[in-house]
Each structure stands twice: as C-alpha cells, then as structure tokens.
C-alpha cells in the first residue's frame, strides 16, 4: 500500500529542543493556536486530518486534551497494543500508521506531530514532503530535540495560512516557518 506525502509540525527553540521531561519546555497559547489551526483544517470538508505521534507524546497531552479533537489521533509504540482509551490506533511502526492514514478515506491530510523518534524516523521516508516548523528565538533546557533537516533538500517556502510577521507572547519571540521537499508541488 503506497504512502500518501504527510507533514511534520513542530516548535523548536535555538538549540532544536522540543521538550523537557515529557513536558513541553514553554507555554505559548497562540502557538498551540496555531498548531490546532493547522492541523484540524482539512482540504477537504467531509474529512478530517489524521495525528500521528509517539506513545510518550501522546501520554504528554493532559487528559481533558485527549484525543486531539477533530483530527484522527493515531500512536506508534512498540509495547502498547491495545488502542489507548480515546486514540483511534495504535501501531507497532511509524509504516503501519502511515499506511494505515493513507488509505482510510475518511482522511485528509496526514500529520506527524512529535516526538524526537517519531520526527526522527519520519524525515526518512520520501512522502515526508513539507516541514511546519516555528522557531522560538530563545534556549531552553531540553532532553528531546528536533532532527536537523537538510535545508537544500527541504526549502523555505511561503504559504497564506501562515502568518510572515514576528509573532511575541510571553516574553519570547517566535516564527512560523515552511519547509518544503523540492520538486514537490503543493
Ligand atoms: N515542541 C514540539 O513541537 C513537540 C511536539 C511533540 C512532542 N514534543 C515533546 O517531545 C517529547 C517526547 O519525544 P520522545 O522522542 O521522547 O517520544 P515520542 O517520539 O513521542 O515517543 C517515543 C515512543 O514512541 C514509540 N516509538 C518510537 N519509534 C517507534 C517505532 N519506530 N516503532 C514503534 N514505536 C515507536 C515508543 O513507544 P513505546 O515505548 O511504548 O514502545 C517510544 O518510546 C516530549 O517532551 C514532548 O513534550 C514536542
């Protein structure tokens, strides 16, 4: 079953870390805003976007936040089999759930939203074709980190539903970036 191209969102800080003890490092609610926004919009009205993320991202989501409303919520683990109370999957490989988002037609479009195994494995395969990434201008204290990215093999890109100014909440800068695979047409 061939896979459908997906995207990854993510918020890094200077040094690339994404999260502190299972935690993430800062609270920004417009960034999480927007990570929503981007996420639930699909393309398609009758569908909704598929989540795919690790076990100990999707264990890092309060409860009352469980599932990722609007969106199918699918987690790769390697020693839960049983669907998690309110997921709608659970995979034994990042493949699995891939294959399995491609080709359930209530799908729209396909998002890899954390953590650092799941990015990691994730830039690997040749239908990961864009990259939602903001960068917070700021270091934080990390333990997980966002894979660096080939930037001559994923190029910055413009697109309408994401803002181009500076955005500032909390104290801190931050910018919301696009990356996309070359040759692939959006
Ligand atoms: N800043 C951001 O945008 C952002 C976004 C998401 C998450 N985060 C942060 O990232 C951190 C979590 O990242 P993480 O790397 O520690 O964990 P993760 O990628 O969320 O989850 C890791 C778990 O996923 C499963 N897994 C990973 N690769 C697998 C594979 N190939 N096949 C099957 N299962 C696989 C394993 O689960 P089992 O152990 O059950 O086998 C593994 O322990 C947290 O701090 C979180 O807050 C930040």
């Given at each position: 079953?061939?896979?459908?191209?997906?995207?990854?969102?993510?918020a890094?800080?200077?040094?690339?870390?994404?999260g502190?003890?299972?935690?993430?490092?800062?609270?920004?609610?417009?960034?999480?805003?927007?990570?929503?926004?981007?996420?639930?919009?699909?393309?398609?009205?009758?569908?909704?976007?598929?989540v795919?993320?690790?076990?100990?991202?999707?264990?890092?989501i309060?409860?009352?936040?469980?599932?990722?409303?609007?969106?199918?919520?699918?987690?790769?683990?390697?020693?839960?089999?049983?669907?998690?109370?309110?997921?709608?999957?659970?995979?034994?490989?990042?493949?699995?759930?891939?294959?399995?988002?491609?080709?359930?037609?209530?799908?729209?479009?396909?998002?890899?939203v954390?953590?650092?195994?799941?990015?990691?494995?994730?830039?690997?395969?040749?239908?990961?074709?864009?990259i939602?990434?903001?960068?917070i201008?700021?270091?934080?204290?990390c333990?997980?980190?966002?894979?660096?990215?080939?930037?001559?093999?994923?190029?910055?890109?413009?697109?309408?539903?994401v803002?181009k100014?500076?955005?500032?909440?909390?104290?801190?800068?931050?910018?919301?970036?696009?990356y996309?695979?070359?040759s692939?047409?959006?």
């Amino acid at each position: 079953m061939k896979i459908r191209n997906f995207s990854l969102i993510a918020a890094i800080c200077d040094n690339y870390g994404i999260g502190v003890n299972n935690k993430l490092p800062w609270r920004l609610k417009n960034e999480m805003n927007y990570f929503t926004r981007i996420t639930i919009t699909s393309d398609d009205e009758s569908k909704k976007n598929a989540v795919i993320m690790g076990r100990k991202t999707w264990e890092s989501i309060p409860e009352k936040y469980r599932p990722l409303d609007g969106r199918i919520n699918l987690i790769v683990s390697r020693t839960v089999t049983e669907k998690p109370i309110k997921s709608d999957g659970v995979f034994s490989d990042l493949k699995s759930a891939l294959v399995q988002a491609s080709c359930m037609d209530e799908v729209d479009q396909i998002f890899i939203v954390g953590g650092e195994q799941i990015y990691r494995e994730a830039l690997t395969f040749p239908e990961c074709s864009t990259i939602y990434l903001t960068r917070i201008e700021a270091n934080f204290d990390c333990d997980s980190f966002f894979p660096k990215f080939d930037e001559k093999i994923f190029q910055e890109i413009s697109k309408e539903t994401v803002p181009k100014e500076i955005q500032e909440e909390n104290g801190l800068k931050y910018k919301f970036h696009v990356y996309q695979r070359k040759s692939i047409e959006l």
